[in-house]
């Protein structure tokens, strides 16, 4: 078992930057990525980065790559989202997810089913 406890979330001007935390706990040795997600009222689970635990190597889909940056620290088993230059559009719950299995391309780590465990969210609102 993996827990997973996000923080950092708030409300934010337009243009603001957030850095958010997810901090793992259990069964860590046998995670293989974090990724996170976002989910917006009315709209799907979106992903938004992952990372491989072991190695560093991250992927983002286009829509955030400019914008958004993953990194994780392992002596602390903390995985964090930088996201800069906030948009409204931004406004979403946002989760984080370990991956208990091998998956051989980073990219892979976009689809939630590669996804284990799930934290319970924060929540990001950027006002205009």
């Known amino acids: 078992q993996v827990q997973l406890v996000e923080s950092g979330g708030g409300l934010v001007q337009a243009g603001g930057s957030l850095r958010l935390s997810c901090a793992a706990s259990?069964?860590?040795?046998?995670?293989?990525?974090m990724g996170w997600f976002r989910q917006a009222p009315g709209k799907a689970r979106e992903f938004v980065a992952a990372?491989?635990?072991?190695?560093?190597?991250?992927y983002y889909p286009d829509s955030v790559k400019v914008r958004f940056t993953i990194s994780r620290d392992r002596a602390k088993n903390t995985v964090y989202l930088q996201i800069d230059s906030l948009k409204p559009e931004d406004t979403a719950v946002y989760y984080c997810?370990?991956?208990?299995?091998?998956?051989?391309?980073?990219?892979?780590?976009?689809?939630?089913?590669?996804?284990?465990?799930w934290g319970q969210g924060t929540q990001v609102t950027v006002s205009s």
């Open positions: 990372i491989r635990w072991s190695g560093g190597a991250t």
């Open positions: 997810a370990a991956a208990t299995r091998f998956s051989s391309s980073v990219t892979n780590y976009s689809l939630k089913e590669k996804y284990d465990y």
């Open positions: 259990g069964r860590i040795l046998s995670t293989y990525a």
